[in-house]
């Protein structure tokens, strides 16, 4: 196998056997058929599931050829190494840096060629237009459906971008990561996706929000204040306010208090340095980090001292003296 590989800390299962690859290609991917093509052969699958998107590694060491049956997921692979083609719905083609979003309305071939690498972005389909419904302040069941026309390349460069981010930080940090963290990266990966790729609400979400009257920011802000410990839900905004999540975020903006994940954010900041302020034996900037729904140390640390004014650990250090 190639030493190219990505989340390493989520083995799905690794196997030169054919028979075995079936087996659990067919139980855990949901596959309906696979072949492989000469005597060559070897597959790794790591896989990590979160709320409402998994991420794959996939790496394919000899000729292997795939297929998918109707789902309620949306797939979009991202090509590593190799080459690999895609056929769907009609629509075919080769996978480059991206595949297009790949609805699970119709049936999904697709052929590798030995050495090919991958990641996978798959989207469940009632947690995106759940989301999109939040986004619109749409109350109605219309099913969202992307259409065939290539992506932003723009937005789909950013968005590659924070695929293999995704996939560096959950094999760095993931069983750490505090469910805020969690729900936070899979929103913002999900809006990507939504801005990236033309669908049947795409000129609704460019259109301006409607306004609504700068009381809804006060209303939101007290909303996280009392919540600073859960994920941002910004279905659960949207009905506090009764307006949509767009208008939310113009309010925000508007109102020169930027929006309400950077409200947030402070909260969190400060709810940190309270907790490395009161530091019991366990306590380490790492532990208040993911507690406190921050990722990455790194921007934890700068932005903790751009807004406390010191370091976390400056904080962590001096608490423990006075101790």
Not at 103 to 111: N, Y
Not at 204 to 221: D, F, M, T
Request: charged letters at 30%; glycine letters at 6%; hydrophobic letters at 40%.
């Amino acid at each position: 196998m190639s030493a190219v590989s990505y989340l390493d800390r989520y083995p799905l299962f690794r196997s030169r056997d054919s028979e075995v690859a079936r087996e659990r290609l067919f139980t855990e991917y949901g596959a309906d058929r696979f072949d492989k093509r000469g005597r060559e052969f070897g597959v790794q699958a790591n896989f990590v599931r979160l709320e409402s998107i998994g991420l794959a590694f996939c790496a394919y060491d000899g000729a292997t050829s795939l297929s998918f049956p109707e789902s309620q997921i949306f797939r979009q692979l991202f090509s590593i190494q190799g080459a690999a083609a895609f056929n769907t719905d009609g629509k075919s083609g080769p996978i480059g840096a991206w595949s297009p979003i790949i609805s699970g309305d119709a049936k999904l071939d697709l052929d590798f060629a030995p050495g090919y690498r991958q990641l996978v972005l798959r989207i469940d389909a009632f947690g995106i237009a759940r989301l999109l419904r939040s986004l619109l302040g749409d109350a109605s069941d219309a099913t969202l459906r992307f259409d065939s026309s290539e992506a932003d390349p723009v937005l789909m460069t950013q968005v590659r971008h924070d695929v293999f981010r995704l996939a560096e930080e959950l094999e760095r940090f993931g069983q750490d990561y505090s469910p805020i963290a969690i729900a936070e990266l899979e929103r913002a990966m999900m809006v990507r996706m939504l801005l990236a790729h033309r669908h049947n609400f795409s000129d609704r979400l460019q259109r301006p929000a409607p306004r609504a009257g700068r009381s809804v920011v006060n209303v939101v802000e007290s909303y996280i204040e009392a919540h600073w410990d859960r994920p941002l839900d910004l279905e659960r905004i949207a009905e506090v306010a009764k307006v949509s999540v767009r208008t939310v975020f113009r309010e925000f903006s508007d109102s020169g208090r930027g929006s309400p994940g950077q409200f947030a954010r402070r909260i969190r900041l400060h709810r940190a340095a309270e907790l490395l302020r009161r530091p019991d034996g366990q306590t380490s900037v790492l532990a208040v980090a993911f507690k406190c729904g921050f990722q990455n140390l790194g921007r934890f640390a700068s932005e903790y001292r751009r807004e406390i004014g010191e370091l976390p650990s400056e904080t962590l250090k001096n608490a423990r003296r006075r101790q």
